[in-house]
Structures are given as C-alpha cells and as structure tokens.
C-alpha cells in the first residue's frame, strides 16, 4: 500500500502548556513538559496502527496520541531522552523507505489577528476550547495550516517565543488550526516567528495561497 507522510516533526523540548494541552486531549499515556516528541501524520488513516507498532518497539517511548481517520491518521510519541524520540520516528520512515524530506511542507491557510476581543466573542471561543482562556481585551491570533499535524509544532514554537496563552490546538484532518491569545506585542511576536518557521521547513511543496486578515 502506498503511504503518503504528510507531517513529519520532532519537538526537541515540549513546552509547557504545548505538553498540557497534549495530555488534556490524549487517550494515551500523557507527555510532561520538556520531554521530546515526535509527531507522524500519514494517509490512509488506517496504516498509522502498524507505524504505531514499529515506533514502540524500536525504542522507549511512550504514546500521547493515535488518532486514526479513514483519510489521514497521527500518532504522537515521546520520551525523556530526545534520542529515543528520533529513534521512533527514524524506525518509522525506515519502514516507509522515506526520508525527513519527504514528508509535505506545511502551508499556511489563514493567519487572522483580532486586536481587544469582545467579552462575547471571548466566551465562545472559551466554551469549545481544551487550553487557557481569552479574555477580554486580548489579542487573539488565528491560524490554519495543511496538513494539520504541523499545528502541534506552531503552538510549541509561540510559545518558546512569546509570553502567550495557547488557547486550542486542533492537530488532525484536513487541516490544523491553532488559537493563541495575549497581549499585543507577545502575540504579534509569536506570530511572526511561527509563521518564517513553518516556512522554513522543507518538504513537498502542496500549493501556494495565504488568506492574511
């Protein structure tokens, strides 16, 4: 069967809230911060459990997400020792017989910035999030990449960079989508640094278009 590796990343130090935002949504044994991971997303959906299977085995790492789709499956693993978490992750392209590079480059689809957010918009946002809160006056920042699993490492990356609230990760499906909040400045940092990284990362190129608001 042929495999298409859509996201490929490894996380040398998971932060904080990244790793508790993990934990509050996995079904598998929960990351703590600073340990390493590594993040896999393929289609079809279904080959993610015997790429599951070779990760564990090839190495000590421990399992925060398996989610499989009929089109696209994720598995996250990961370790205290950031070699165990490479291990994982090169035991699984060796099975693929795919490089790092093969993976897709992630696109950016939309990227909003909503400046002082209403006390209304706030609490609909808060009722269907899994992570911090907005609140009232914050600067919220939207984004939406393809494939998803590289929202994981955009929320990660904001916040080594910025002092920012990671309000929702949506890291599976068709597309990721990330919603961070904070005061202006911090924010506008994290989404500029966010944004050169996941361009910064090489990979197959799967089109081009970036709605900026």
Same mark, same amino acid.
């Given at each position: 069967?042929?495999?298409?590796?859509?996201?490929y990343?490894?996380?040398?130090s998971?932060?904080?809230q990244n790793a508790?935002? /993990?934990?509050t949504?996995?079904?598998?044994?929960?990351?703590v911060g600073f340990q390493?991971?590594?993040?896999?997303?393929?289609?079809?959906?279904?080959?993610?459990?015997?790429l599951?299977?070779i990760?564990?085995?090839?190495?000590?790492?421990?399992?925060?997400?398996?989610?499989?789709?009929?089109?696209y499956?994720?598995?996250?693993?990961?370790?205290d020792?950031?070699?165990?978490?490479r291990?994982a992750?090169?035991?699984?392209?060796r099975?693929?017989?795919?490089?790092e590079?093969?993976?897709?480059?992630?696109?950016i689809?939309?990227?909003?910035?909503?400046?002082?957010?209403?006390?209304?918009?706030?609490?609909?946002i808060?009722?269907?999030?899994?992570?911090?809160?907005?609140?009232r006056g914050?600067?919220?920042?939207?984004?939406?990449?393809?494939?998803?699993?590289? =929202?994981?490492?955009?929320?990660?990356?904001?916040?080594?960079t910025a002092?920012v609230? /990671?309000?929702?990760?949506?890291?599976?499906?068709a597309?990721?989508?990330?919603y961070?909040?904070?005061d202006?400045?911090?924010?506008?940092?994290?989404?500029?640094?966010?944004?050169?990284?996941?361009?910064?990362?090489?990979?197959?190129? /799967?089109? =081009?278009?970036?709605q900026?608001?």
């Open positions: 069967m042929n495999i298409d590796l859509r996201t990343v490894f996380l040398d998971l932060q904080l508790s935002f /993990i934990a949504v996995s079904k598998g044994y929960y990351p390493a991971c590594c993040i896999i997303e393929i289609a079809p959906g279904i080959e993610i459990n015997r599951t299977d990760a564990l085995k090839a190495t000590a790492v421990t399992p925060g997400l398996q989610i499989v789709e009929r089109a499956g994720l598995l996250e693993v990961h370790s020792r950031q070699g165990d978490a291990t992750g090169e035991a699984v392209l099975e693929l017989g795919l490089k590079e093969d993976r897709l480059k992630p696109r689809l939309t990227s909003q910035l909503i400046k002082n957010v209403s006390d209304h918009h706030a609490q609909l808060n009722k269907v999030r899994h992570g911090n809160m907005v609140l914050d600067t919220l920042y939207v984004l939406e990449v393809e494939p998803a699993g590289y =929202a994981y490492y955009a929320a990660n990356e904001a916040e080594k002092r609230n /990671i309000v929702e990760v949506l890291g599976f499906g597309f990721g989508r990330v961070i909040s904070g202006e400045a911090e924010v506008i940092e994290a989404r500029k640094t966010v944004e050169a990284r996941l361009q910064g990362l090489t990979g197959r190129t /799967i089109g =081009a278009g970036t900026r608001i």
